[in-house]
């Protein structure tokens, strides 16, 4: 079946620290992979996608997220996280269609 | 460019009443979803529209709900009559290729509650 896991419901890091969200998929196509963000009261903002080429893909705000096809995982990360990083991130899985596959989603916080 | 356009912002309405949810795509593009947040279940794909065509209307829940697309710049989702368990945060996206690989745009999203 398809799916889309994202293991870490609530996240807290300290501001200035390194990020990193987990996501797996499993996929019976080569999977299009994405991560978005939504801050509090607002829709989903595409931070990066992932189609073929250069498994190291570079987003918006400073992230970055690795695909690696032997554990079906596509990594979301951030070398110093900001306080305005706080927010909810969600990874999806698309095949090239229209529908896509969201996970339960991240919630990260910030510690000043 | 103004983005997605959704309005109302916050909608509460009783049981049974009709509502109407708004959006206005970003100009330029062809294709239009609407979307369900819960907790309970996340995000949702209701309805897709594609040169204002519903292609696939699998996810809507009911025949309580219905969506059109009148022109490429306008779609209406309707629920009629409203549940309570209808209440969540609906959310319109548009896109240019009709397909993932340009990624969606994401309108703010309208809070529904159904008392």
């Known amino acids: 079946a398809q799916s889309v896991t994202q293991p870490d419901i609530h996240i807290t890091v300290s501001e200035g620290a390194s990020l990193e969200l987990r996501c797996n998929y499993s996929?019976?196509?080569?999977?299009?992979l994405f991560w978005y963000v939504q801050s509090p009261g607002q829709g989903l903002q595409l931070l990066l996608k992932y189609f073929s080429g250069d498994t190291l893909v570079q987003g918006i705000k400073g992230f970055e997220a690795e695909f690696k096809r032997s554990q079906s995982s596509f990594n979301l990360r951030k070398p110093s996280v900001h306080w305005s990083d706080a927010a909810e991130y969600f990874c999806a899985v698309g095949s090239g269609t229209y529908k896509y596959i969201f996970g339960t989603g991240t919630r990260l916080k910030v510690l000043a | 460019d103004a983005g997605v356009i959704q309005s109302p912002r916050h909608e509460v309405t009783e049981m049974g009443q009709e509502v109407t949810l708004r959006c206005k795509p970003i100009s330029g593009h062809n294709s239009l979803f609407w979307y369900r947040q819960t907790m309970m279940r996340g995000l949702e794909l209701l309805i897709y529209?594609?040169?204002?065509?519903?292609?696939?209307d699998s996810g809507m829940p009911e025949d309580r709900f219905s969506a059109k697309m009148p022109n490429a710049s306008f779609s209406t989702l309707k629920i009629q009559p409203s549940e309570p368990r209808d209440s969540a945060v609906y959310f319109c996206?548009?896109?240019?290729?009709?397909?993932?690989?340009?990624?969606?745009?994401f309108g703010s999203g309208t809070r529904l509650t159904v008392v």
């Open positions: 996206a548009s896109s240019l290729a009709g397909g993932p690989e340009g990624g969606y745009t």
């Open positions: 996929y019976g196509a080569t999977p299009y």
């Open positions: 529209f594609n040169n204002n065509v519903p292609i696939d």
